[in-house]
């Protein structure tokens, strides 16, 4: 699996959950550029749902997300004011003309809400939006919040995936990330939801994370894999302290080097995949019958801020403090700050404070970087169709890539420009060779690999 390239390979990029990718936002794009984003659906359209809940009762180490601790409960309470504020004002802006096709619960731990909350949350969306029959509502789930009337909560609302952060099972390495959370406690937690009729669980893996070996990794992954969750994401851990400060509570001395943090992916996709689950994209693995899988044999997989998705929807609105929006237009960030976002949405204004608006050459980038991260190919074909002049000029620059590579990252076979299996693991990097902004920025990012 080409180890000598993990080494010069392990440049920090994007994830590539969007393109162009968050750091290149600017104030340009605000409310009033939202607001007419949201008026310009039309009727029929279907859309989805982010809800971010940016607090925790105790913050893990590992964490990247926009969350903060707090040991009381009456934040959490003023926070539900403002975004049930937010979501009646989006509603009366689409009301009448989407329908909601999924919805996807965030953080922080959306799980730490109070069951009477989180009930009355699900509610209003019901109440405020037209949801579609078959509509997919997804939660992630902290396994150390959860009791009875918080699984009876979730069962209530119509959750349909829930999905639990693992990370490692090994205590050293727990204690080292501050997130102390047993197998027995997790199995619970999974038994609970799937007696309450949930149809689906996804399993959150880390590789990367300090004092893990390979041994450790597989030791989790086996321990995982005996819960027959219907998904696995094994992601990299990302130490960005420079992002989020709290991460410099992980000594950097504990972390694996790259060609060892390559090592414990493919030691754990391996594993994964031999016992029956279907590799999707970079970093996600599936039962051959799950959505997931489908989607990704169909060539209908999609990649959004959640990660890998069989949502087909264009526009995904995003709730609460720092969620992000898409829409066909371009992409529009909320206030981060919690406090002003609360100011911002209680006269029944938006809390979008920043975005970018796709050009066409944003849109052909955008869509190779998403086929190769989802398919690990795009069509020549395909490309030149769908995008005309535009994608001939982004052929001419495929094409002088491929011929180019001597590492043969990209390979032209036919009509197809395809990573071959054994550079899969550098999509990330070979993404990044489209991506125009990412020289003319100052953002820091992730470990490729």
Not at 110 to 138: C, H, N, Q
Not at 241 to 246: A, D, E, G, T, V
Not at 278 to 289: V, Y
Not at 382 to 405: H, I, P, Q, T, W
Request: hydrophobic share 40%.
């Amino acid at each position: 699996m080409r180890p000598e390239l993990a080494a010069r390979l392990g440049e920090n990029v994007p994830r590539y959950t969007s393109y162009p990718t968050a750091p290149h936002f600017h104030p340009g794009v605000d409310a009033t550029a939202c607001r007419g984003w949201m008026e310009a659906l039309g009727n029929g359209d279907e859309i989805s749902l982010y809800l971010h809940i940016p607090y925790c009762d105790r913050l893990c180490w590992f964490c990247a997300c926009h969350t903060k601790q707090t040991r009381h409960y009456e934040p959490v309470t003023a926070y539900l004011r403002s975004l049930h504020a937010e979501i009646a004002t989006v509603a009366r802006i689409v009301a009448g003309k989407a329908g909601v096709r999924a919805v996807h619960l965030g953080g922080g731990s959306p799980t730490m809400l109070k069951p009477e909350d989180m009930v009355a949350l699900g509610a209003a969306l019901r109440a405020s939006f037209d949801f579609l029959p078959d509509a997919r509502i997804s939660v992630e789930i902290e396994p150390n919040d959860m009791d009875d009337g918080r699984l009876d909560a979730l069962a209530e609302i119509g959750m349909t995936r829930a999905s639990l952060g693992v990370q490692d099972f090994d205590p050293k390495v727990q204690k080292a990330i501050n997130r102390e959370q047993s197998f027995l406690l997790t199995k619970a937690v999974v038994d609970g939801v799937r007696s309450r009729g949930v149809e689906s669980v996804n399993l959150d893996l880390l590789y990367g994370l300090p004092h893990q070996t390979r041994e450790s990794v597989s030791s989790t992954v086996e321990q995982a894999l005996t819960l027959e969750p219907d998904r696995i994401a094994l992601f990299g851990y990302a130490h960005v302290p420079w992002f989020k400060k709290h991460q410099t509570m992980i000594d950097e001395a504990w972390l694996p080097g790259p060609v060892e943090r390559f090592a414990q992916s493919q030691l754990a996709a391996r594993a994964i995949v031999d016992k029956g689950y279907e590799a999707i994209g970079l970093d996600h693995f599936a039962k051959p019958g799950d959505a997931l899988a489908v989607a990704s044999r169909s060539g209908t997989l999609h990649r959004n801020f959640q990660g890998y998705t069989e949502d087909r929807c264009e526009t995904l609105i995003g709730l609460g403090p720092s969620s992000i929006s898409q829409f066909r237009q371009g992409y529009a960030q909320n206030m981060p700050s919690t406090a002003e976002y609360g100011r911002m949405v209680a006269g029944g204004g938006l809390a979008a404070i920043r975005g970018i608006v796709l050009s066409d050459d944003d849109r052909v980038r955008g869509w190779i970087i998403e086929r190769l991260m989802c398919d690990f190919a795009f069509s020549a074909i395909d490309l030149v169709e769908r995008f005309g002049e535009c994608g001939r000029r982004l052929l001419l620059e495929a094409s002088s890539m491929a011929l180019k590579d001597p590492d043969r990252l990209l390979v032209l076979d036919g009509d197809r420009f395809v990573v071959p299996a054994e550079s899969r693991p550098f999509v990330r990097s070979i993404a990044a060779k489209f991506d125009t902004y990412l020289e003319t920025g100052t953002a820091r990012h992730s470990a490729a690999v």
